[in-house]
């Protein structure tokens, strides 16, 4: 489903400059379940954000199916992250006027669909994670736990092919986060949506399919779970 080819990234120029990423290459299997962990500042962030088109790479390449990510514009790319992708991010992201619904709404609405169909779909989505009750909750008046399932719920509205995960579980307490996983987990069984999750959390790393190890830019492992 994806193929990651010698990709390379640099931030900064001079002696400033910090290789964050040195000729990264592996692949992606459509379904799969991959936990990307490592030390702070390893390049696990920078390497969700390439793979998802949000930053551009210096070198190699980045194959969608058939399609070149690293070819395409930032129109280009902003579309595909539209209508192939979903992201879930530690601190949620989400508008605070706007209720539970209409946050899940955001991204269906901005692929110009019907506002009466896109609520209907996400108020379908809120009931997926648990929160059927909370549609017309705003931000401030949930948990973080809820928060995290509004987003969630934000990410699957659109049925994405790939769900992008930043440390979804950083900001919450250790029960509330095993829901995260589990909930997580149940969606991709039933979904088939490849999920690639950035963790420091040793129990969501466990429970991936397979863990991606990174440190100083590079992978040192690729496989089972071997320890975050």
């Given at each position: 489903m994806i193929r990651v080819e010698g990709i390379s990234k640099t931030f900064g120029q001079g002696g400033a400059a910090t290789r964050a990423l040195k000729q990264v290459s592996f692949g992606i299997a459509k379904g799969e379940t991959i936990a990307v962990t490592?030390?702070?500042?390893?390049?696990?962030?920078?390497?969700?954000?390439?793979?998802?088109?949000?930053?551009?790479?210096?070198e190699g390449e980045i194959w969608i199916g058939d399609t070149a990510l690293h070819k395409l514009n930032e129109k280009d790319r902003s579309q595909l992250r539209l209508e192939r992708m979903g992201f879930v991010f530690q601190s949620y992201h989400l508008v605070p006027v706007l209720t539970a619904w209409e946050n899940i709404a955001l991204p269906l609405i901005a692929r110009g669909v019907r506002q009466s169909e896109a609520k209907r779909k996400a108020l379908d989505a809120l009931d997926r994670v648990?929160?059927?009750?909370?549609?017309?909750?705003?931000?401030?008046?949930?948990?973080?736990?809820?928060?995290?399932?509004?987003?969630?719920?934000?990410?699957?509205?659109?049925?994405?092919?790939?769900?992008?995960?930043?440390?979804?579980?950083?900001?919450?307490?250790?029960?509330?986060?095993?829901?995260?996983?589990?909930?997580?987990?149940?969606?991709?069984?039933?979904?088939?949506?490849?999920?690639?999750?950035?963790?420091?959390?040793?129990?969501?790393?466990?429970?991936?399919?397979?863990?991606?190890?990174?440190?100083?830019?590079?992978?040192?492992?690729?496989?089972?779970?071997?320890?975050?």
């Open positions: 490592g030390p702070s500042g390893c390049g696990k962030t920078t390497l969700l954000h390439i793979l998802a088109g949000i930053e551009s790479l210096d648990g929160l059927p009750d909370k549609r017309n909750r705003y931000p401030a008046e949930l948990s973080g736990g809820q928060n995290q399932r509004v987003a969630i719920a934000r990410a699957i509205v659109g049925k994405p092919d790939m769900i992008w995960a930043d440390e979804p579980t950083g900001a919450l307490d250790s029960e509330t986060a095993k829901q995260i996983v589990g909930l997580l987990d149940m969606l991709n069984k039933h979904d088939g949506t490849t999920i690639v999750t950035v963790t420091h959390d040793p129990d969501v790393a466990a429970q991936s399919g397979r863990t991606i190890k990174m440190a100083s830019g590079r992978i040192i492992h690729d496989g089972v779970f071997a320890g975050c």
